[in-house]
C-alpha cells in the first residue's frame, strides 16, 4: 500500500522530530519534508506531496493566506492542516482544511490524517478536470512543451508534469493527439485556436 506523503512547516525541531516520529510509526503515513523556517516559495517543490502541515506562527499573518492560495494553485490536490499549538483566531483555521492540535493523541492524529485522506481520494475517483488540469490540457492541445507550460502559468515543471498525469489518469488518454481531441470535442479548444 502507498503511503501518504506529508511535509510539515513547523519553527520548533522539539515539534518537529516529535510529529515525525509519531508519523513515520504509521504504516500508512510518511514525513518527507520538513521546514523549520518558511521555505522560499520558488523553491518549495510540493510534487509528490499529499499533505502538508503548517504552523501558522512560521508565517506572518498578512502573507498566510497568499501562501496557502499559492501552495493549492501548485497542488490542486493538497490538503493544508494547521497544527495548532497555540490559541489562532478562526479565520487563520479556516484557510485549511482541517486542524492537529499538539494534544492530540497519536489514535486522533492518525483518525484525522485518515479522514482527510479519505476525502481526498474520494474527490479524486471524479474524471471532472479540475480548471488547472484544464488549463495545461488546452496547452498540451496548443503543441505547448512542460517548459513553455510551466512558465506560462506560473508553475513548476513538476506540476505540470503532475496535472499531465492526473490528466492522463481521468481521461484515459495517453497521446497528445488524443488529448487533442479530447479537448475539441469538450470544447476547451477549437479548431482555429489549433493553428
Not at 109 to 137: G, M, Q
Not at 146 to 154: C, P, Q, R, T, W
Not at 157 to 168: E, L, P, S
Amino acid at each position: 500500500m502507498k503511503k501518504t506523503n506529508i511535509a510539515i512547516i513547523e519553527p520548533s525541531m522539539i515539534l518537529t522530530e516529535g510529529v515525525k516520529k509519531i508519523i513515520d510509526g504509521s504504516p500508512d503515513f510518511k514525513i518527507v519534508k520538513s521546514f523549520h523556517v518558511t521555505p522560499n516559495y520558488s523553491n518549495f517543490v510540493l510534487t509528490g506531496i499529499d499533505i502538508l502541515l503548517i504552523d501558522p506562527r512560521s508565517i506572518a499573518e498578512t502573507q498566510l493566506s497568499k501562501f496557502i492560495h499559492d501552495c493549492k494553485n501548485e497542488n490542486v490536490d493538497l490538503i493544508i492542516l494547521t497544527l495548532q499549538t497555540s490559541y489562532l483566531p478562526s479565520q487563520i483555521i479556516k484557510l485549511t482544511d482541517g486542524v492537529i492540535e499538539m494534544d492530540d493523541e497519536p489514535a486522533t492524529l492518525f483518525s484525522k490524517l485518515r479522514n482527510v485522506s479519505k476525502s481526498k481520494n474520494t474527490n479524486n475517483d471524479s474524471c471532472e478536470l479540475s480548471s488547472r488540469e484544464k488549463n495545461v490540457l488546452i496547452l498540451v492541445a496548443k503543441g505547448k512543451t512542460n517548459k513553455e507550460i510551466a512558465n506560462l502559468l506560473n508553475i513548476s515543471i513538476h506540476t505540470v508534469i503532475a496535472h499531465r498525469k492526473n490528466i492522463t489518469t481521468k481521461t484515459n488518454i495517453k497521446t497528445i493527439s488524443g488529448l487533442t481531441i479530447y479537448a475539441l470535442l469538450n470544447n476547451l479548444i477549437s479548431q482555429t485556436e489549433m493553428n
